[in-house]
């Protein structure tokens, strides 16, 4: 009976813990119709590289879920009346009422999309996506966010090209360009070896060429020591510059469909200097692939070892496995110093 009774008195104190922590819970809930984020006021987006500089404003109001919430913002901007389809995200954090943004950093932003030098019509708004919950995969959870967006502003945007020279006779339209403005210049040029090349200044109407191994105004065409693509750095004030070769390529079995594909020379990728990405096209074996850089195993990406992520190749990291097929093969370099530290991410796509 003694027994019994301590049971009863047990049961007796659980249910009063119970009900006392269910009276002390503060109950959240949500509008029916939740306010969304406004973006208030926008800048002059008539960008200037001699206000590089300078600090834009937008300005905006928090989402209202009808409690205290957190949220993450994004600052986005589209090409007028294509209703966000394939957004420029411009700012992503915490801060909705003040985003603040300088103009050459803006400006690098939108080129990705917009044309410089020219007007684009532009929408613009501000999202926020709220997370209440996480873990359960219901509506509100990280798995299934709440996500609110602005009435889109609409705006005029006028972007500057970075200061440029361009390369003349090198069988191709390209450029290289001064990211500070500075007088030092960089990019990544295709270059044939019987077409040796000068500058060009547009904008102080001056040509480089060379003068021996370093730079000189009006100077003869600077020579190319193999066909390809290369790492040109230019210093107009310093008149130096720098001419390496630097061949992305594909290597590897999946290529002839034997071990000899792991011998030189690979199939050499193609660099974009719009999105900054190296691709190419190709019929594969099954097989692996990796890429090298130039040829060699000092600067090579694989997978991460232990790992199966094309978000996250490493150096001298494990092969690739492919099927037979016809594949467009995309690289972003993340890291590209070739010291051991090389780092990247590709797409693999399947025509």
């Not at 985003?99 to 999202?127: C, E, H, Y």
């Not at 000189?216 to 070769?245: R, S």
């Not at 001298?316 to 972003?332: E, F, K, R, S």
């Amino acid at each position: 009976m003694k027994k019994n009774l301590i049971i009863y008195l047990t049961f007796i104190g659980l249910i009063g813990l119970l009900t006392g922590c269910e009276e002390d819970q503060t109950k959240v809930v949500m509008l029916g119709n939740p306010v969304a984020p406004t973006l208030v006021t926008m800048p002059d987006l008539a960008l200037t590289r001699t206000n590089g500089g300078q600090v834009l404003e937008f300005k905006g109001t928090p989402v209202d879920p009808g409690f205290n919430a957190s949220a993450t913002y994004f600052l986005e901007a589209c090409a007028a009346g294509t209703d966000f389809a394939d957004p420029v995200i411009l700012y992503s954090g915490s801060q909705d009422l003040s985003i603040k943004i300088t103009v050459s950093d803006l400006n690098g932003m939108l080129l990705r999309k917009f044309p410089a030098d020219a007007v684009s019509q532009t929408d613009w708004r501000i999202r926020a996506v709220l997370t209440v919950d996480a873990g359960t995969g219901a509506p509100g959870t990280s798995t299934k966010p709440f996500v609110y967006s602005s009435a889109p502003k609409s705006a005029s945007v006028t972007l500057y090209g970075l200061p440029r020279l361009d390369l003349v006779n090198s069988g191709m339209t390209q450029k290289i360009e001064s990211a500070l403005g500075d007088g030092k210049y960089f990019g990544f040029v295709k270059l044939d070896a019987t077409k040796p090349f000068t500058l060009f200044d547009p904008d102080g109407n001056k040509t480089y060429g060379a003068s021996g191994s370093a730079l000189a105004l009006n100077g003869t065409a600077i020579p190319v020591g193999a066909t390809g693509w290369h790492k040109l750095t230019v210093d107009v004030k310093a008149l130096t510059y720098k001419l390496e070769e630097y061949q992305i390529g594909l290597v590897g079995s999946a290529i002839t469909g034997d071990d000899t594909g792991w011998n030189s020379p690979d199939k050499k990728m193609d660099y974009n200097s719009t999105n900054g990405t190296w691709s190419i096209t190709i019929n594969l074996f099954v097989g692996d692939i990796k890429f090298r850089l130039n040829d060699g195993w000092a600067w090579n990406l694989g997978y991460r070892p232990g790992g199966k992520n094309l978000e996250d190749l490493f150096h001298n990291g494990d092969n690739i496995a492919m099927t037979a097929g016809n594949y467009t093969i995309t690289l972003t370099i993340t890291v590209a110093e070739p010291n051991g530290s090389e780092a990247g991410k590709c797409t693999i796509k399947k025509n």
